[in-house]
């Protein structure tokens, strides 16, 4: 009965490298969402993707940061060029329907460090 | 954009002694989540509440939705040194963007 998956666990990047996080759903959720953790603050909403869609990344820093959730595989969170500011824990939630009920189930989080 | 506030901020309190929390919204939402998270761990869910009034449990957590839609409480009866953590609420309007606006934290910490 595995959980939300996120690897690595731990990811430590220069400035300028890219920074690629992985987020393995509940089995047979759709829905997937990310966070961000800044040090001492409540997580932030990033974007909602469904299955080869994104359907809401309003909180998506415009340059730099991508996500995608394809078919086969993972969701990835991508950030190019990564910045000190970049430093925080992202999270991953899955849900298996964005509908009432909806509980989003959160995996263990992924912890970028910029050098 | 829409902001949660949580209070108190931090809580130290004794063993055994029963732990109140609330959250407030500017604008209202449809469904209330309560979360809590352990260091360097995810947030894992407490209690979800659906409809304005609802009071639910689950064990010695006790949880209601406000009837103006736009706060909601958290009680902790007969805390044990396992309930330290930081406790989140999130708000959500489902039906339209389906994200999460979290709280700003309350962390207890518990006295033996």
């Known amino acids: 009965n595995a959980g939300v998956m996120q690897n690595p666990r731990h990811l430590v990047r220069r400035r300028g490298q890219e920074a690629r996080l992985r987020c393995s759903p509940v089995?047979?959720?759709?829905?997937v969402y990310w966070y961000r953790q800044l040090p001492e603050e409540g997580l932030k909403f990033m974007v909602y993707?469904?299955?080869?869609?994104?359907?809401?990344e309003s909180g998506m820093p415009k340059e730099r940061f991508s996500a995608e959730f394809p078919k086969e595989g993972p969701s990835i969170l991508r950030i190019q060029q990564v910045v000190r500011g970049d430093s925080a824990a992202y999270f991953c939630a899955s849900s298996p329907t964005p509908r009432v009920p909806n509980e989003q189930f959160f995996g263990p989080g992924t912890r970028l460090t910029v050098l | 954009g829409q902001q949660l506030n949580q209070s108190p901020q931090s809580m130290f309190i004794q063993e055994g002694e029963d732990v109140s929390m609330n959250c407030t919204s500017s604008?209202?939402?449809?469904?209330w989540l309560w979360y809590k998270q352990e260091p360097g761990e995810g947030p894992v869910l407490l209690i979800a509440?659906?409809?304005?009034?609802e009071l639910t449990s689950n064990g010695r957590l006790t949880a209601q939705f406000g009837i103006t839609r736009k706060d909601s409480f958290l009680n902790i009866s007969a805390s044990i040194p396992s309930d330290v953590g930081i406790y989140f609420c999130?708000?959500?309007?489902?039906?339209?963007?389906?994200?999460?606006?979290f709280g700003t934290g309350t962390r207890l910490q518990v006295m033996l």
């Open positions: 993707l469904q299955k080869e869609n994104i359907i809401d």
């Open positions: 089995k047979g959720h759709s829905h």
């Open positions: 604008s209202i939402f449809n469904t």
């Open positions: 509440l659906y409809k304005a009034g």
């Open positions: 999130a708000g959500l309007n489902t039906g339209t963007a389906s994200k999460l606006t």
